[in-house]
């Protein structure tokens, strides 16, 4: 049997000299505004593979209102998730995920968020894809007030 989740996250910029997307931190001229590392990249692929299986979402299973997630490492959530799946049977098959700003640059940083998410995920890395685009300066992505990443992942019994 196969399923397939799909999830977004969005966030805004703030104060902070860098931002955290696909577990890489990536210079930037500002960081993100959120109660763990912020990083849009894996909330969305966890908001993917929970909803994949029916299991809610990222904020049932790491509220923001609780503090053993403040600045949490957003791959613990991955690794988490990953759990949660095996332990029902499945495991993914792939992941397909858009990472939407005009800036910092995706692209350059692509390869290593694809190498740190498949080994998070125990998966080959051809299994894992990552893209980049941009809303050509349309809406608070465009005027650089944040930074949104969708993912699409398709789960299959292990």
């Known amino acids: ?13 703030g104060p902070g000299d860098h931002v955290m997307l696909g577990g890489v931190r990536i210079a930037h001229a ?29 904020g049932k299973h790491f509220p923001p209102s609780d503090d053993a997630w403040r600045d949490a490492d957003s ?30 640059k995706v692209n350059p940083h692509a390869q290593v ?4 998410i498949a080994a ?3 998966v080959d890395i051809d299994r894992i894809s990552i893209k980049a685009t941009t809303t050509e300066t349309l809406g608070f992505t465009g005027r650089r007030e944040g930074i949104a990443a969708l993912a699409t992942v398709l789960v299959q019994r292990a």
């Open 30 to 58: 500002q960081g993100v505004l959120a109660h763990s590392d912020g990083d849009v990249v894996l909330h969305a692929l966890c908001d993917a593979l929970l909803g994949s299986l029916a299991l809610g979402d990222i």
């Open 113 to 116: 968020m694809r190498e740190v």
């Open 1 to 13: 049997m196969i399923r397939i989740g799909q999830g977004f996250d969005v966030h805004a910029f």
């Open 120 to 122: 998070d995920l125990g």
């Open 75 to 104: 791959r613990r959530f991955v690794r988490a998730v990953r759990d949660m799946l095996s332990e029902r049977g499945y495991a993914l098959g792939n992941a397909d995920i858009t990472v939407i700003c005009e800036s910092p």
